[in-house]
């Protein structure tokens, strides 16, 4: 355990906490938080795909929501664009509970969840996956890894990199390299990329049986709008959820735009909402945050960095916490409570 993770507890497990969060919640809180999560899952769901996305089990998650619901004023993201476009007040001590790309647990298991607790929740979608019923890249990277037939590959696309793959440690290390390839290449053809790791691993991944692990993992639009007629903000996670310091000027404007329109297509309601895939802070690139304006959203959400002061914040990058799995309770209640020793980075 680290030092801030020590102190998280301290404060958590400590009377005062109570004390400060109740004072918060009756004068005011000088924060505004936001929590991201992906999946809300139980450990089998992440053999074969990527773990790193159940962020919190159903168990964990509905303490969570339970403790959000005694100290906080959950809100969801229209009431945020409300207040960024109208001023519209926000409530005491706002706090915003997102779940990032689509997974079908959103429906199953954090719908209700959030239902009994009669909180609202923002949901953020990459609308190409749940159109084209193929995997999210990260999940497919691990799959092809996991199973692959070989012991070691060569690629050489966008470089060349031997990768072994003959045991689960040097495996994990290969999947981190090629997620950290996608994340990191700028104009990466994704798709020439994934058949080179299909072809080359020999794992068998056909259209259909991808589809199949797609049908477990990932919502339908009937499912993305239940939520949405649920009460629950559905708005953009882009398209094809493509880190966008990475994409051309045009693919840039193309994904901001097609996950927009698709959404509110199918939804029939506005879209003012973009949280940025992998979550990178966007104050190093302003073409990025001018192509977000233009596309018209009104607020953007990046990922793992920190908490925004709710008096003066940038609604292109409102800043979120990530929950990670596993957190004890008490280091959790620490973080909500002095939120500025969540991790920054991540
Ligand atoms: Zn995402």
């Known amino acids: 355990m680290g030092l801030r993770d020590k102190v998280a507890t301290i404060v958590g497990r400590a009377q005062p906490f109570e004390v400060l969060l ?35 089990s159903p168990e964990e998650f509905e303490r969570q929501v339970a403790f959000f619901a005694k100290h906080f004023d959950p809100i969801g993201v229209t009431e945020l664009a409300n207040h960024i476009e109208t001023g519209a007040k926000l409530p005491k001590a706002p706090l915003l509970i997102t779940f990032d790309d689509g997974y079908l647990d959103n429906h199953d298991v954090v719908l209700p969840i959030l239902q009994k607790h009669n909180l609202k929740g923002t949901f953020f979608i990459a609308t190409d996956y749940i159109d084209s019923r193929q995997l999210f890249w990260w999940d497919k990277i691990n799959y092809i890894l996991k199973t692959a037939k070989v012991a070691s590959i060569t690629i050489t696309y966008p470089q060349t990199v031997e990768l072994k793959i003959d045991n689960a440690s040097s495996t994990e290390a290969a999947i981190k390299k090629c997620l950290r390839i996608v994340k990191d290449t700028y104009d990466l053809d994704l798709v020439k990329f994934l058949d080179q790791l299909t072809e080359l691993t020999k794992t068998e991944l056909t259209p259909t049986t991808e589809r199949k692990f797609a049908d477990e993992l990932l919502m339908t639009w009937d499912h993305v709008r239940r939520l949405a007629s649920a009460g629950m903000d559905v708005q953009s996670h882009t398209a094809s959820h493509r880190v966008l310091q990475t994409l051309t000027p045009d693919n840039l404007e193309h994904e901001l735009h097609r996950s927009k329109t698709v959404l509110a297509d199918r939804l029939g309601h506005r879209i003012h909402t973009v949280s940025y895939p992998v979550g990178k802070p966007l104050a190093d690139v302003p073409h990025v945050k001018e192509a977000v304006k233009r596309a018209g959203y009104t607020l953007g959400f990046s990922n793992a960095s920190g908490v925004s002061n709710r008096w003066s914040f940038d609604p292109i990058e409102v800043r979120r916490m990530a929950a990670p799995y596993g957190m004890r309770p008490d280091t959790f209640s620490g973080y909500m409570t002095l939120p500025k020793l969540a991790a920054t980075s991540g």
């Open 22 to 56: 109740r004072a918060q919640h009756r004068v005011g809180s000088p924060w505004l938080l936001a929590i991201t999560y992906h999946s809300a899952a139980s450990p089998e769901r992440t053999v074969r795909f990527d773990p790193g996305v159940v962020d919190t």
